[in-house]
């Protein structure tokens, strides 16, 4: 009889268990996963709806709604609030301070319009993950210094500027006060936003006026897979099946070609000489042609995960004449070398 490798872990630390006295402290430690291959559920289409956080080490792919969350708090010890990068939204600061007195008259002249040549990278986030280059400059400690930011989720009409929104954040203790309001508002919300350390970010939907939540635990996964922005030349652009790594926990990752080692010769001792790059792209959209010809056949990645476990990962197909369906892909990841 065959039994899952989920049920084999359950019954070795159910046993252990079961053979420790009370006074014992048990540490129970799950190796890793010796690798899998995973259809990563998008939602199908180009600009699929979901983005798909991946963990290799625990076989796990979670899906969620790229358009479920509006703006990330920054978890670590600088106070840094990201846009959703997993959409087209755009942002522009203002230079009032009190949202009270911002309404439309504030938008003439200005242009939240973005992708398809339009719009500038000043009003997306950095591409590369530098949280230091965000939209929204980092929240003071001086509450005076915050202004107010012209903010367009995707689901707003770039030319009618009262489906914007109106935005300002301050430090409250050890987290963030947001105040809120579409452009036309003259009522003002407000939501305290706390961190959580075991998170990259606390994620909050200004449409739905409530904290969701996105990713898993920032030692939970290790790419995403989503429509997210980019750019070309210098201007925004938006990449379907893009893939991002989880840069903030520490993970990192080195591209390979076929024609120095083959995926499947590539080893542990291999590890060393590779170059491992821990920005936000490392495998971005490298993987697969922007017209019909699918994923690289020739192209593999090895990621470091968070816990220091390696593994490379090749892309199986991904719906362009590769015999895949578009926003449903396919991988295959093994592990090369355990942190343990």
Known sequence: MKLSRHFLVLA????????????????????????????LNGGGGTGSPNTVYVDFSADSATAAARTSWSLGFYSGS????VLNGFTSMSAVALTKTDISTVGLSDAEGVSLAIGQGAGTLSMI??????????????????????VVYLVKPETASASDPSTWYKVRITRSGSGYSLQYAKLGETTIKTAAITKD??????????ENGATVKVEPKKAEWDIAWSYAAYYTATIPYFFSDFVVINQYAGVTAAKMDTATI?????????????TFVS???????????????????NLYYIVKDAAGNYYKLKFVSMGLNDGGTRGYPVI?????????
């Open 12 to 39: 070795v630390v159910t046993g252990f268990l079961s053979a420790c006295s009370k006074d014992e402290d048990a540490t129970v430690v799950i190796p890793p996963s010796d690798g899998s291959e995973l259809t």
């Open 78 to 81: 600088d106070y840094r609030v």
């Open 125 to 146: 986030d950095d591409v590369f993950g530098d949280l230091t280059k965000t939209v929204i400059a980092e929240v003071s400690a001086t509450e005076s210094s915050n």
């Open 197 to 206: 350390a075991t998170y990259n970010f606390t994620f909050f939907s200004l």
């Open 262 to 274: 083959s995926y499947s010769n590539f080893a542990a001792t291999d590890i060393a000489a590779q």
């Open 279 to 297: 920005a936000r792209d490392a495998i971005g959209s490298s993987w697969r042609a922007t017209t019909g010809n699918g994923i690289y056949k």
């Open 332 to 340: 295959e990841y093994k592990l090369v070398q355990s942190a343990s």
